[in-house]
């Protein structure tokens, strides 16, 4: 939960950075709202989450157009010059809720792919949801020092949606790929 809450935490950050830091902090509390409510009820489906892979494929799918529109807006405005991203504080809130629920989709079926235990399960995405927050503003801060983790966070976003994609394709993937790329990732970003 942790490792995943952090890559979540740079995601948030870079969607909430163009905000003023008041708007900002609300997004983000708002986001943290979201994740709450969205792993309580992603944990009381869990059994269905697991049975019905195309929520997968949909969850997945979300975090891969993230990516590439990320890329695409990014590639158009350097054409442009043109730095607005997201034309208000709501509209950040709902990206940030979207992006929450694939999420918490993918945190939860990786929790219970470690353990079993509901009581494991709450604990650990109790645990990630307070750090997510937190590190979400530290980010924030070492996006405006290393702007490359702008990038790294939609990168590890597009990682973990083709990741849920293929699981959701039911595609037996080794996780280590996976991993070995959100280290490269993480080290470009810096």
């Known amino acids: 939960e942790a490792i995943l809450s952090l890559d979540n ?3 948030l950050g870079a969607l909430v950075k163009h905000l003023p830091e008041k708007q900002r902090k609300k997004a983000l509390s708002l986001g943290l709202l979201g994740a709450v409510l969205f792993r309580v009820v992603a944990l009381g489906f869990v059994t269905y989450l697991m049975e019905n892979l195309w929520i997968k494929c949909i969850g997945g799918g979300y975090l891969i157009y993230m990516f590439a529109s990320h890329f695409i807006n990014k590639a158009q405005e350097d054409a442009t010059e043109n730095k607005t ?3 208000s504080c ?3 809130v709902l990206i940030v809720e979207l992006t929450d629920i694939a999420f918490s ?3 939860i ?3 219970v792919a470690v353990s079993n235990k509901m009581w ?3 604990v650990g995405a109790a645990a990630g949801i307070v750090l997510m927050r937190v590190a979400a503003n530290i980010f924030v801060g070492l996006i405006a020092k ?3 983790l702008e990038h790294t966070a939609f990168l590890l976003v597009g990682n973990v949606g083709i990741k849920l994609f293929l699981e959701g394709l039911r595609l037996d993937v080794p996780h280590w790929p996976f991993n070995v790329a959100a280290a490269l990732f ?3 970003g810096f």
């Open 146 to 148: 290393f702007p490359n």
């Open 120 to 122: 494991i399960i709450c």
């Open 105 to 107: 989709i993918d945190s």
């Open 85 to 87: 991203i997201f034309a």
């Open 9 to 11: 935490a740079l995601a």
């Open 109 to 111: 079926l990786a929790a």
């Open 186 to 188: 993480i080290i470009y």
């Open 90 to 92: 709501w509209k950040t």
